[in-house]
Nanobody, 130 residues
Framework: QVQLVESGGGLVQAGGSRRLSCAAS????????MGWFRQAPGKEREFVTA????????YYADSVKGRAAISRDNAKNTVYLQMNSLKPEDTAVYYC???????????????????????WGQGTQVTVSS
């Protein structure tokens, strides 16, 4: 089992930046692929970004490409999401997710698909004011 706890959310003005953190419990964090998703009111949960277990491969949604950066520190069991040039449409609850080694290496695995993650955090609210 992995427990994920997000932090760093809050209110930010448009054009500003925010760094979200996701702290994971457990000894096997370094073997997990990690992702960030978000859900705005009345909308479905959507993919934001993901990173491989080693940190060597990253993925971004078109909506955040060039404005977001995902990174991980396996020594600290933490994954980060740096968001810059924030827009009001970035307002959402941001969720951290973990995909176990077996799942992340299974045929058909997609880092973009929320059903391909095993564990989820409670979420952290990011509100961007115009």
């Amino acid at each position: 089992q992995v427990q994920l706890v997000e932090s760093g959310g809050g209110l930010v003005q448009a054009g500003g930046s925010r760094r979200l953190s996701c702290a994971a419990s457990g000894r096997t964090f370094s073997s997990y692929a990690m992702g960030w998703f978000r859900q705005a009111p009345g909308k479905e949960r959507e993919f934001v970004t993901a990173i491989s277990w080693s940190g060597g491969t990253t993925y971004y949604a078109d909506s955040v490409k060039g404005r977001a950066a995902i990174s991980r520190d396996n020594a600290k069991n933490t994954v980060y999401l740096q968001m810059n040039s924030l827009k009001p449409e970035d307002t959402a609850v941001y969720y951290c997710a973990a995909a176990g080694f077996s799942r992340a290496n299974a045929p058909g695995y997609s880092p973009f698909r929320f059903s391909d993650y095993d564990f989820w955090g409670q979420g952290t609210q990011v509100t961007v004011s115009s």
